[in-house]
């Protein structure tokens, strides 16, 4: 069964279900007299009663009076239940992408012309120091991925092929949604006891081994063995979170602990390019945090933004050089959750078209009706009925039409939420989220009742400015 729509105690579907029992249980104790007791409570239960045989004896009619607010109603309990799931779906993808993470990057300050003059290295960025602050955020911050990037050579046997070096800890494949197709990512005990291990993508794989499984084999980097524990599936490349990071490679990375990094490259990173040399010294590239977005609110905008801002101002105190940027990507969420709002008010108007349609289909049986009870109508005036009894009389009959087809409506509408999935999974052979969207089951059903008071209202008034008279001599 689709994810979303797993039974538990609180699922949504299990209290749409109760509340409409509840309502039946009510409807019932009220028609046959259990509850309100009184003159006006008897007149209207009559009324009411009146209705339910006058349904149930023109089947036929009555079902094709209420199959518009049958349809009304079921299409707007699936149609936003199919909306809502697949705009969770999309949300949840978007999500695990880094709308809940923030992006903490070295970044080069401009050249100091005299500074440069003293000294080969340029030394800036984050450093452990700041790794170790960023603890104290508590619970705030559920993960802590850091990288340090190296551009280097990679070399097994006589192939060779131009490489990044990310060295990381076990969290960043869960970070960046990594898949292995072979072997195994970073593993903790890798941290700990600095091993030379390496995990390789996909690209580089099939250039240093395009015939021979890479795994347990030793690939050298900068003359030192690191041997390969894993393969990365092959990943599309990315941009960078919120458009101002470099984009993201995958397939062509290596990844090796980061420890190890430190204690077999040291902090200094060297470059070659165009005949020149340069040398930086980088702790860390990058460290990515992810934020406890159910801390604060359904989305963790607010949670983000402000753990966000407090490490802005955390870093400005001792990185005078302006050398890090933090990047908050939530433009993509919030985009999206725009769209989701937009996408739910499109849904709703559209349903309830159906409804307003089924409304009309009320309005021209009840107008009908009258015209078939004109002697009806003079009889109970002749006997002493007053207007209102008659307006009362009309006007419940399109009520429960309309409240009958919208309970119809909402067992049918929630039918098609637990079936059309499993039916479509084995016809189209893939997931059709779906979520059932509470609100809109109370929203249909009352909607379907407002429709009737509306639409039954005009057949109703009509019918009590009948003349007695002529309504007596009506064939």
């Known amino acids: 069964m689709n994810a979303y729509l797993q039974l538990s105690p609180t699922n949504p579907a299990l209290i749409g279900l109760a509340v409409l029992l509840a309502c039946g ?3 019932w104790l009220f028609v046959t007299g259990r509850i309100l007791t009184g003159g006006g409570a008897a007149k209207f239960r009559r009324s009411v009663s009146l209705a339910v045989k006058s349904l149930w004896l023109h089947k036929l009619r009555s079902f094709l009076s209420v199959l518009g607010i049958i349809i009304g109603t079921s299409a707007v309990i699936s149609l936003m239940a199919f909306g809502e799931g697949s705009m969770q779906d999309a949300l949840a993808d978007i999500k695990r992408q880094g709308a809940t993470n923030i992006i903490v990057r070295s970044v080069k300050p401009p050249d100091d012309s005299a500074t440069a003059n003293r000294s080969f290295v340029t030394s800036y960025g984050l450093t452990a120091k700041d790794l170790s602050r960023f603890s104290t955020f ?3 911050i559920s993960r802590t991925v850091p990288i340090r990037v190296q551009p280097t050579e990679a070399r097994y046997l006589e192939r060779m092929s131009n490489a990044r070096v990310i060295a990381t800890v076990p969290g960043y494949a869960e970070v960046n949604q990594l898949e292995m197709s072979r072997g ?14 390496c995990v390789l993508g996909s690209e580089i794989a099939d250039k240093l081994f395009p015939t021979e499984d890479p795994m347990d084999n030793s690939v050298m980097l900068r003359s030192m063995k690191f041997t390969v524990v894993g393969v990365v599936k092959e990943r599309m490349p990315t ?18 602990p980061f420890r190890t990094s430190l204690a ?4 200094i990173i060297f470059t070659r390019s165009s005949g020149s040399r340069s040398a930086e010294k980088v702790n860390i590239s990058q460290v990515t945090l992810t934020v406890d977005a159910e801390v604060d609110s359904p989305t963790g905008r ?4 402000a753990v966000g801002d407090e490490i802005k101002r955390m870093l400005e105190k001792d990185h005078y050089k302006r050398d890090t940027a933090v990047t908050v990507p939530l433009d993509r969420l919030e985009e999206a959750e725009r769209a989701q709002n937009r996408f739910t008010n499109l849904l709703v108007l559209i349903a309830s078209i159906s409804l307003v349609v089924g409304g009309i289909g009320i309005m021209n049986i009840m107008l009908a009706t009258v015209t078939e009870r004109t002697r009806e109508i003079g009889i109970r005036r002749a006997l002493g009925a007053k207007r209102r009894d008659i307006t009362m009389q009309f006007l419940v009959e399109a009520v429960v039409q309309t409240t009958v087809g919208g309970l119809c409506g909402v067992l049918l509408g929630l039918g098609m939420v637990f079936t059309v999935p499993v039916v479509w999974k084995l016809i189209a052979g893939s997931a059709l989220p779906a979520k059932v969207h509470v609100p809109s089951i109370f929203l249909s059903l009352f909607v379907s009742i407002g429709v009737g008071v509306l639409f039954g209202w005009y057949p109703a008034q009509r019918a009590a400015r009948l003349d007695p008279i002529e309504a007596l001599r009506h064939d």
């Open 25 to 27: 249980l009510g409807a």
């Open 264 to 267: 077999r490259f040291g902090e």
């Open 302 to 305: 607010l949670k983000v933004q």
């Open 138 to 140: 508590g619970d705030a």
């Open 239 to 256: 941009g960078g979170a919120g458009g101002s990071q470099a984009a993201e490679e995958y397939n062509r990375d290596i990844y090796i």
């Open 184 to 197: 195994r990512f970073l593993i903790d005990a890798d941290e700990h006891e600095i091993k030379n291990v």
